[in-house]
Structure formats: structure tokens, C-alpha cells
């Protein structure tokens, strides 16, 4: 995929089995079966992070973080229709396929902006009170939200844009990465110090505890094949758990990537992953802080399941 080098989450488009990619001040759109680049949506001089779609279809969101606003882009010909000022720091977004609603969490800033696609306008903002991270609805009225600063997850009603429940992940620190099984009602998110936690999305117990690899910054659930995977930048790897039951999980065979390969998407029919990643530059002995991605070789991984 090349330059720029920069990039955040992946989402894929169920409806028209594409990728979307936020790649520096742009979004990268990628044929989901043949890996062939189809286009760009572009204007985004702060940089894109969050990539959401419009449960009809029609119109996909995503951001500029730097300018805390929100980009409004048609699905079919990828143009920007309309750039709405939201929030510093916009980042994770999510729709809610009950009200329509699209949430916009606002990392640094705290909260959570609410978009009616109506009127394309934020219509509320809701504070949490700590640094946020991702987002992700239950289908049935609810989304939940990763307080990383706070070590909990916050439940917000999608009806009311008011919290409606809070819960402390206190052996979780910094949680970035989550997923959902809806079915089972269970939420996944991984933490910085490389634990998995599957917590009651009724209850907020945290009913299992699981190893993962380092630096994991997204979670993904594949509904047929019942299995988890937590994409682990740091060391390289996508950790595998299969779910048994609502509440037993059982390790499968750790993926080899590359370091750097922290954020994917997945489709749920087929069960491909999607997983950003860029080669980086070599670093002296004893170097401190993250090595440089290497001018141009940022890529995305396609990785088909185990049968």
C-alpha cells in the first residue's frame, strides 16, 4: 500500500466486501477478496482513525483528529460529502445499528460525540471522565466503551446518549482492543499488560483471564467460527482463543505477523482477517522508544482461517 507510513484502525464493509484503511491523511479502500486498490477518501491533513458505516449503507465516517472533526463520505463514490466539527482528538468510531446513531470517541478529550445521520449533526456529547479507547454496539441499544485511563468500561444507552453503567476492569491496564459476541452477550478487550478479559456485558463480571501477546490494539470476533483474536503489535502475533461456551475459552495456535501489525478487521463470512503492518527500520542496541517504519512499506496482511 506504500506512503504514507502512518496508519490506525481497519474496518470492513460487510455490504460490499471492502476494506478501509486509515492511512495517514486519508482512508485506503482495498478490494477484500483481491487485495486490488480501489480508491481513496481524502482531505484529512490531521489524520484519519476511526472508520464506521452507516447502517443503511449509504455514507461512512471517519475523522481528523487533529482538528477534532468528522468526515461524512459517500459509500459508492468515495467523495467527502460534509465535515461536521466534532471534538480534539477524535478517534474510535462506531454506529449503533438500533438508533443509527454514529459515536465518536474523543481519546484525549474524554468523551464521546453523537452524530444523528439525520441531520448530520453532534447532537450530544457524553462525558466519561477519564482517556478513552475503542467503541463497539450490542445491536440491541447499547454501546460500550474502553475507559484505558480508568481501567473500566462504560455502557452508554443509545436511546438516551446517557451512561447507564460503569465497570471496573481493575487487572486490565490501559484496555485498547474490543470485541463482542453478541450472542453470548460477552465483551473481549485486551489490555497493555497482555491479558485478554472476557467480561459479562449484563453484569460487568469478568468471567475469564486470558494470555495474550504484547502491544495489542484491536480485538476481533469471528461470530461462525467462534473465535477471538487479539492483533499484538509489539511482539508480532495475533493471539487465537476459541470460545466453548459463554464462559469457557480455549488458547489456539498463535499467528506469526510482523511487529507493527497492531490494528485488523475481519469478515464475518468468511473469517479473513485484514491486519495493517509496516516493516521497521533496524535500531541500535539499547535504543530507547519505537523504531521508524521503513519510507513506503506499509502493507496490509490477508490471513484466511485454520479449517
Known sequence: MGAPDRWDYVSFEVRSGRVFVAHGDRLTVVDGQSGAILGEVTGFPGG????????????????????????????KSLKTLK?????????????????????????????VSVVDPATEAVV??????????????????????????RSELARIDTATNAVDARWSIASCTSPHGLGMDTQSRRLFVSCTNNLLLVVNADSGAVVASLPIGAGSDAVAFDPVRKRIFSSNGRDGTISVYEERS?????????????????TMALDPRSGRLYVAAGE??????????????VPGSFKLLFIDPAP
Open 48 to 75: 484519519t482513525h476511526g472508520i464506521a458505516f452507516s447502517p443503511s449503507g449509504g455514507k461512512g465516517y471517519t475523522d481528523d483528529g487533529a482538528s477534532g472533526t468528522i468526515g461524512i463520505f459517500d459509500l
Open 83 to 111: 465535515r461536521i466539527k466534532g471534538v480534539e482528538d477524535a478517534d474510535g468510531i462506531a454506529t449503533d445499528p438500533v438508533t443509527g446513531k454514529v459515536f465518536v470517541v474523543n481519546g484525549d478529550s474524554k468523551n
Open 124 to 149: 450530544a456529547t457524553i462525558e466519561l471522565g477519564g482517556k478513552l479507547e475503542f467503541a463497539v454496539a450490542d445491536g440491541a441499544g447499547k454501546l460500550f466503551v474502553n475507559g484505558a485511563e
Open 246 to 262: 459463554a464462559d469457557h475459552y480455549v488458547a489456539l495456535p498463535t499467528i506469526r505477523t510482523t511487529v507493527s501489525a497492531k
Open 280 to 293: 521497521q527500520e533496524a535500531q541500535a542496541p539499547g535504543a530507547k522508544g519505537k523504531a521508524k517504519i
